[in-house]
Nanobody
Framework: QVQLVESGGGLVQAGGSLRLSCAAS????????MGWYRQAPGKQRELVAD???????NYADSVKGRFTISRDNAKNTVFLQMTSLKPEDTAVYYC?????????WGQGTQVTVSS
């Protein structure tokens, strides 16, 4: 049984920062790409950023230069440091990880940016 648990969401003013964490637990043999997605009300879920097990990163154009994804392979954890937050970043943020050759999703964490 594999589980992803996210933390770090909340309410922040525009221009502020938040750091999201997602920890994988359970019977884990391998973790490949880990990533963050988000879904705003009335919109489709979209990729925010992902990172391979070797540290190669990929970002959505809308967050480049403001968000940084990183991971701690020893702790099976991925992070998303978000700075210069904008109201349009408001969404539920989901962690997704390729674990044991299967895709797993976290339960989501709400990020709300007030103007």
């Amino acid at each position: 049984q594999v589980q992803l648990v996210e933390s770090g969401g909340g309410l922040v003013q525009a221009g502020g920062s938040l750091r999201l964490s997602c920890a994988a637990s359970g019977t884990i043999f391998s973790i490949n790409t880990m990533g963050w997605y988000r879904q705003a009300p009335g919109k489709q879920r979209e990729l925010v950023a992902d990172i391979t097990r070797f540290g190669s990163t990929n970002y959505a154009d809308s967050v480049k230069g403001r968000f940084t994804i990183s991971r701690d392979n020893a702790k099976n954890t991925v992070f998303l440091q978000m700075t210069s937050l904008k109201p349009e970043d408001t969404a539920v943020y989901y962690c997704k990880s390729r674990i044991n050759f299967n895709d797993y999703w976290g339960q989501g964490t709400q990020v709300t940016v007030s103007s």
